[in-house]
């Protein structure tokens, strides 16, 4: 199914592909949202050449010392895979978005992925409330109201 948004002044197109839930579809377009202004280059499920494609990026560019500005993980992402990134993707920020997320996810990403991966502020859980689908139900975000979300720095 394909949605309509109208996100910081842009119209943007998302598909909802099978097997994906709508509060998938709704994170990447939050988070979209949130940091197209900081990252005017961000996209939206761009392969990068890597292991992993991520559904939200934006490429370093030039003069910046890592390949990956910003990378956005939505919904369910493993340990593992978060761990993979911080060590060998390149990515100077790490972003994943929840939906009602828990303080043992943090606890375990810690726990799991040594603290010279996790320099301050590199890698951050946004998790929205539990009725984050209620609140963004006109699919029109101009600007991502504070308490739609949590912010952990881990």
């Known amino acids: 199914m394909l949605y309509d948004f109208e996100l ?3 119209r943007v ?3 909802q592909r099978t097997g994906e839930s709508y509060e998938h579809v709704l994170m990447k377009a939050l988070g979209y949202a949130m940091f197209v202004g ?3 280059n ?3 499920e761009q392969r990068v050449g890597l292991r992993y494609k991520p559904d939200l990026v934006a490429r370093g560019g030039e003069g910046f010392a890592l390949p990956f500005a910003f990378w ?3 919904g369910q992402t493993a340990v593992r895979k978060t761990g993979w990134l911080l060590k ?3 990515v100077a920020r790490l972003i ?3 939906i009602r997320s828990s303080s043992a996810l943090v606890s375990e990403l810690r726990a799991a992925i040594d603290e010279r991966y996790r320099a301050p502020g590199r890698l951050v859980i946004i998790s929205f409330v539990s009725d984050i689908v209620t609140l963004a ?3 029109r975000i101009a600007r991502v109201p504070d308490d739609w979300y949590a912010r952990t720095v881990v």
């Open 42 to 44: 961000l996209e939206i």
């Open 72 to 74: 956005g993980e939505c």
């Open 137 to 139: 139900r006109e699919r």
């Open 38 to 40: 900081e990252f005017p």
């Open 13 to 15: 197109r998302l598909w």
């Open 8 to 10: 910081a002044g842009r």
């Open 96 to 98: 994943l978005f929840k």
């Open 88 to 90: 060998h993707a390149g």
